[in-house]
Each structure stands twice: as structure tokens, then as C-alpha cells.
């Protein structure tokens, strides 16, 4: 049987990481949609993928089945599988997964709204896209998680084969099935998320820290003041903090 706290837990905490990333969702929108261009790439250095020439930024034959990219954003860093012929397979957040069946629509680059909906209804897939779309504009790095985890790496056409067995549908989390996970569990064999875990570990540093608990208590009373007493104010006004100090 799940635990009940446990699982209010998880959903406040991807809530959290959620709104603390909320400008990595600025940069990802469908064409025709009003929005400000995405950051040109920056001169890249050794390590990060030159110009082809025309119709592509990016060197796509320097890329081999089976890499791992990496993409920065404004917070987190997104991941995906190369699979050759200038594909890209990805985890990418999508509410019309769940509204509709038309694969024309649901296969255009995902927006800003389609996405930030995608992940507070936990619903994804795992699809393909172009190099360029997969990365919008940011510098495309290559298997640094490699270097960065210390993990041996599969034989690059099993990691491919991975990637190509999980395209379609899957369930989303912040916390325990993102872009991440995919691309660690194609290529590793262990789905991990060091962004994930780091995130929990703030979290970690700001229960542990005492003066949470006067603030929550503070907000507390502020919303009782404001709001009058009500079970839906006076208990999260008693039960976060003492929450916070048993925790601390």
C-alpha cells in the first residue's frame, strides 16, 4: 500500500522544481506562436558541434548512433538519443497526447503552453525530431554524461535499438521520469537523474534549515489573518510547520 505522506511529498516536490525551472519553458514554442527568438548558439568551443553550413547549424556527422546531446537551458539541461540521419530521440512533456489522436498536430515542435501542460499532467512521449528542433538554437553537446556520471557506456547501436524499442507514449515526473532517466537507462542501462537528485537535495537543505519553520509559521498566521480561520488555513498553518521542525 502507498504511502499517503509519501506521495503528497513527491507532488510538492515536483511542483517546486517545476515552478523553480519555469523559464526553461520560454524557449520552446510552435511555429507561429508570438514569442521572443531563442538565444543564437554561442561561438562553440571544442567540445560543442560547429556550423554544417547551409540549412543546419550543427555538424550532424559528427554525431554517431547511439550519443547521448545535450541541449542547456535556462536551469536544466535537456537530453535526448541520436539516431542517426539527423534524428533525435527524446522525452518531451505534451498535453495534446491526452486531447487528441491527430498525429500531424501532436508531431509539430511542441510549444510553450503544450508543454508546461504536458508536465503538471504527468502525460509524454518519447518522440523523434530533427537535430536542429531538438535543440532550438543552443549548443548541442556530446555525451559529457559520460565523463560527468563515471558510468560505462553501452555498445552505441544497443543504446540506439533502447531508444527506438521505448518511442511513443509514457507518464512523466519531474522527479522520477524525465528527459534524464531516458537517455541514462538507453545508454547506461540504470535510469538516473543527477538534476533530479540535486534538486532533492536543496529541498534537503531548506527543511533542515531551521528558520523554514518560522517562516511557514509567519505565512501561517499571515493567511489566517487574511483568510479567517478555516480548516483549510489553520491546518496547513499548523501541520507544514511542525512538519518542517519534526524534519529539521
Known amino acids: 500500500m502507498?504511502?499517503?505522506?509519501?506521495?503528497?511529498?513527491?507532488l510538492l516536490l515536483e511542483k517546486l522544481l517545476l515552478l523553480s525551472n519555469f523559464k526553461l519553458f520560454?524557449?520552446?514554442?510552435?511555429?507561429?506562436?508570438?514569442?521572443?527568438?531563442?538565444?543564437?548558439?554561442?561561438q562553440p568551443s571544442t567540445?560543442?558541434?560547429?556550423p554544417q553550413g547551409k540549412g543546419s547549424f550543427y555538424d550532424i556527422g559528427s554525431f554517431l548512433r547511439g550519443d547521448v546531446l545535450e541541449v542547456p537551458r535556462t536551469h536544466l539541461t535537456h537530453y535526448g538519443i541520436y539516431l542517426g540521419d539527423n534524428q533525435v530521440a527524446h522525452l518531451m512533456p505534451d498535453i495534446l497526447l491526452a486531447l487528441t489522436d491527430?498525429?500531424?498536430l501532436i508531431q509539430r515542435?511542441?510549444?510553450?503552453?503544450?508543454?508546461?501542460?504536458?508536465?503538471?499532467?504527468?502525460?509524454?512521449?518519447?518522440?523523434?525530431?530533427?537535430?536542429?528542433?531538438?535543440?532550438?538554437?543552443?549548443?548541442v553537446l556530446a555525451n559529457h554524461l559520460d565523463e560527468s556520471l563515471q558510468k560505462k557506456a553501452l555498445v552505441n547501436e544497443e543504446v540506439a535499438r533502447r531508444a527506438e524499442k521505448l518511442l511513443?507514449?509514457?507518464?512523466?515526473?519531474?522527479?522520477?521520469?524525465?528527459?534524464?532517466?531516458?537517455?541514462?537507462?538507453c545508454r547506461y542501462g540504470a535510469p538516473v537523474s543527477p538534476?533530479?537528485?540535486?534538486?532533492?537535495?536543496?529541498?534537503?537543505?531548506?527543511?533542515?534549515?531551521?528558520?523554514?519553520v518560522l517562516a511557514s509559521a509567519i505565512l501561517g498566521l499571515a493567511s489566517?489573518?487574511?483568510?479567517?480561520?478555516?480548516?483549510?488555513?489553520?491546518?496547513?498553518?499548523?501541520?507544514?510547520?511542525?512538519?518542517?521542525?519534526?524534519?529539521?
Open 26 to 42: 520560454s524557449w520552446i514554442a510552435a511555429p507561429g506562436e508570438e514569442q521572443s527568438p531563442p538565444p543564437q548558439p554561442q
Open 102 to 104: 491527430d498525429k500531424l
Open 168 to 185: 511513443g507514449m509514457t507518464s512523466y515526473s519531474l522527479l522520477w521520469n524525465n528527459c534524464e532517466h531516458f537517455v541514462t537507462y
Open 195 to 212: 538534476q533530479a537528485d540535486k534538486f532533492c537535495e536543496n529541498v534537503k537543505i531548506i527543511i533542515r534549515d531551521q528558520r523554514s
Open 2 to 10: 502507498k504511502n499517503p505522506m509519501l506521495e503528497v511529498v513527491s
Open 47 to 50: 567540445s560543442q558541434q560547429q
Open 224 to 248: 489566517i489573518v487574511c483568510l479567517g480561520l478555516a480548516p483549510h488555513t489553520t491546518l496547513p498553518a499548523i501541520f507544514i510547520p511542525f512538519c518542517l521542525w519534526m524534519a529539521g
Open 109 to 139: 515542435v511542441v510549444s510553450n503552453k503544450r508543454l508546461i501542460l504536458g508536465v503538471i499532467g504527468k502525460v509524454a512521449s518519447i518522440r523523434v525530431d530533427t537535430v536542429e528542433d531538438f535543440a532550438y538554437g543552443a549548443n
